[in-house]
């Protein structure tokens, strides 16, 4: 139980006052001792206006209508649900390997060449399902055919049934156009069909080029349920994901949810329950859910296209067939944009930067102990907040210059839910990630030209030169986010951090009015 709704109707036998004294007690013990809130809804007008009255200096909320409580209530769930989705912190590329995702956006990026090269924006449907196929994405490529003869031998080859597509850049709906003819079990099938298909395009579409007919194997999935699975780009927020029902009937039906990437599985799972498709791709009556994980995979693998592959400004996959024994996706449309960058790996196209996982590393100490650094995440919270608390007074006071005993929750939550683009914080951990020993991190000044650093080692951990080892991640990152200067206040006390900062070549400045601290900057224009 969550929440609790009471209702009271008018009665000639009871007491709005005292219904309501009766309540407000419970209500009050109920938020303040178990956190579970209690909402009211009084009906009867005017009779009931004291009632309401003393829920108001209880602080217990109070509806007129059932209605409006209920709303109310779904308001704040939703609310609960977006913050728990905030601290999510997904990179890129979640189900792919540096190498894989390396050799994947070489091939996108060949394919791009090609279709830039014939002066083109739109993918044809083998070439978009190539770039699929690069990224992992269940697809069948099929074959281009340019005759009668040649689709029915290819037919032969790769097995009945088949399904015959036209491949024209002229034409976006096939179906309507009359360009795809399904289920076709025999070699006459297929040579009618492919007549019948440039007879009813010429119809059609008199001026249209035609490339050819593709031929695929008829993808038949018993239970498979058609889905939409997109990426189109918002002025806005740059390229979204969009999930929804599929088919023909997409744009009348019009049911679709839309999420921005990068996605992991938490946030894959919540796009597909929100439009009401999701209702039938869970099991019913004798109907057997679809492979959620399937479908899951293909969500994530998209997003990482959107992540990666700045250019692909549209991207349709309809119908994706979800099923309970996988996905596949039948027909694709990808548009890219020729001004946008090959690649960027400050996802300067993106509103949500990336988790970056690329800067996970074992660092190795001056006594040859290793441990494992990371950019800080949401759910290190607890990590943090013990790594402070174990921490010496006077190690307390150097990382933050006045006495501190633990983190407030405003502070856990503003040191480990991080923009990466503007700021980072970096964790060294022992290698089963029990416990946070150091932290470094920085955040973007007021010119948004410098960053102000700070830094932590756990007191069992200094002197083995992993403040050294972090400060220069630290920096790494500050080069590489564009920033002009790192610069940290650093008590006069603090002679490790002075002889750290001076041997990684930050300059000293004296402060005016500061007798207990001083200024130490880097400008990477100065720097070797």
Not at 259 to 286: C, D, F, G, M
Not at 479 to 502: D, F, P, Q, S, W
């Amino acid at each position: 139980m969550d929440a609790v709704l009471v209702m009271y109707c008018p009665q000639s036998t009871s007491s709005a006052v005292d219904a309501a004294n009766a309540v407000i007690p419970l209500a009050v013990s109920a938020l303040a001792d178990k956190g579970k809130p209690v909402f009211t809804s009084w009906l009867g007008g005017a009779s009931i206006l004291e009632a309401r009255q003393l829920f108001d200096a209880a602080g217990v909320p109070n509806f007129l209508t059932p209605e409006n409580a209920v709303e109310a209530i779904s308001t704040i769930a939703q609310f609960r649900q977006h913050q728990s989705m905030l601290l999510q912190s997904p990179p890129a590329a979640v189900l792919m390997s540096f190498h894989d995702l390396a050799k994947s956006i070489a091939i996108a990026k060949r394919i791009r060449e090609r279709v830039l090269a014939d002066k083109r924006t739109i993918l044809r449907e083998m070439e978009a399902k190539e770039l699929l196929a690069a990224f992992h994405l269940p697809v069948h490529i099929g074959r281009l055919v340019q005759s009668r003869v040649e689709a029915e031998k290819s037919a032969k080859e790769m097995g009945f049934p088949v399904v015959l597509k036209i491949d024209s850049p002229d034409i976006t709906h096939k179906s309507d156009a009359g360009g795809v003819r399904l289920n076709l079990i025999n070699s006459r099938q297929v040579g009618d069909a492919y007549d019948a298909i440039l007879a009813d395009i010429k119809d059609h579409y008199p001026e249209a080029t035609i490339r050819g007919i593709n031929i695929q194997p008829m993808l038949k999935f018993e239970h498979a349920r058609e889905v939409l699975v997109g990426i189109s780009r918002d002025a806005t927020f740059g390229p979204t994901i969009t999930f929804g029902a599929g088919g023909v009937a997409v744009e009348a039906i019009a049911d679709t949810a839309i999420a921005l990437p990068p996605l992991n599985a938490t946030l894959a799972e919540a796009l597909i329950a929100s439009p009401h498709i999701a209702r039938v791709l869970s099991a019913y009556r004798n109907i057997p859910s679809v492979d959620m994980p399937a479908l899951v995979a293909v969500l994530i693998r998209v997003a990482t296209i959107a992540a990666t592959l700045p250019w692909v400004r549209e991207l349709d996959l309809n119908p994706v067939l979800a099923h309970p024994n996988g996905a596949a996706i039948v027909d694709a449309r990808i548009v890219i944009d020729r001004d946008s960058p090959i690649t960027d790996t400050r996802y300067q196209h993106m509103t949500i930067f990336p988790y970056p996982v690329e800067l996970e590393r074992e660092l190795r100490l001056r006594d040859n102990t290793p441990v494992h650094m990371r950019a800080i995440r949401p759910d290190d919270a607890t990590r943090e907040r013990a790594f402070v608390a174990a921490m010496s007074e006077t190690s307390r006071y150097y990382r933050f210059l006045h006495p501190i005993a633990a983190l407030s929750d405003e502070m856990i939550a503003r040191f480990t839910q991080l923009d990466y683009d503007r700021e980072m914080a970096l964790i060294a951990l022992l290698p089963d990630e029990s416990d946070i020993v150091g932290v470094a991190r920085y955040h973007p000044n007021a010119d948004g030209k410098s960053v102000e650093f700070a830094i932590a080692i756990a007191d069992k951990w200094q002197t083995k030169g992993l403040g050294e080892a972090l400060m220069q991640n630290l920096i790494a990152c500050a080069r590489e986010a564009n920033y002009a200067a790192i610069e940290g206040t650093v008590l006069h006390g603090n002679i490790g951090m002075l002889k750290l900062a001076a041997r990684l070549g930050f300059q000293t400045e004296q402060i005016a009015d500061a007798r207990e601290t001083t200024r130490v900057v880097l400008h990477f224009d100065k720097a070797n």
